[in-house]
C-alpha cells in the first residue's frame, strides 16, 4: 500500500530541496559586508522623497483593467478562430456581438478620457 504514494512522496521531497537548496546554499557562499550603501533605500538612483503608502492615481487602475479586458478578448479570438468552421453561423454572430460589445466599451472609455495621459 506505502509503495503506491512512494513517488508523490519523492516528489515532494525533491520539491522542496530544490527550493530550499539554493537559498541555503546562497547564505553559506555569499559574503556578508553591509555598509550603508548597501542598507540604504532605492529608488531609481535616487533617495525616496515621498512616503511609499501615498495614494496612487486612479488611472493606472484603469489602464490595467483595459490590458485585461482586451487580454482577454484575445484569448477569446484564438480559439474560436480555431474552431470556427466547426461552429459556423451561429459561432460567427456570437463572436461578432461579443466584439461588438467590447467596441462599445471601449468607444465608451475613450470618449471619458480614460486613455489620455497628462
Known amino acids: 500500500m506505502l509503495e503506491n504514494y512512494f513517488p508523490v512522496l519523492l516528489f515532494i521531497f525533491i520539491g522542496i530541496v530544490m527550493g530550499v537548496a539554493p ?3 546562497g547564505k553559506l557562499v555569499s559574503p556578508h559586508r553591509p555598509d550603508s550603501r548597501k542598507n540604504s533605500p532605492y529608488e531609481c538612483g535616487f533617495e525616496a522623497f515621498e512616503d511609499a503608502r501615498m495614494k496612487f492615481d486612479v488611472r493606472y487602475y484603469l489602464v490595467a483593467i483595459l490590458f ?4 482577454l478578448e484575445i484569448a477569446f479570438l484564438f480559439p474560436w478562430a480555431i474552431v470556427l468552421k466547426e461552429i459556423g453561423t451561429f459561432g460567427f454572430v456570437s463572436m461578432m456581438i461579443f466584439l461588438a460589445i467590447l467596441v462599445v ?3 465608451y472609455e475613450w470618449m471619458k478620457g480614460a486613455l489620455e495621459w497628462e
Open 68 to 71: 485585461i479586458l482586451f487580454d
Open 23 to 25: 537559498v541555503v546554499l
Open 105 to 107: 466599451g471601449f468607444i
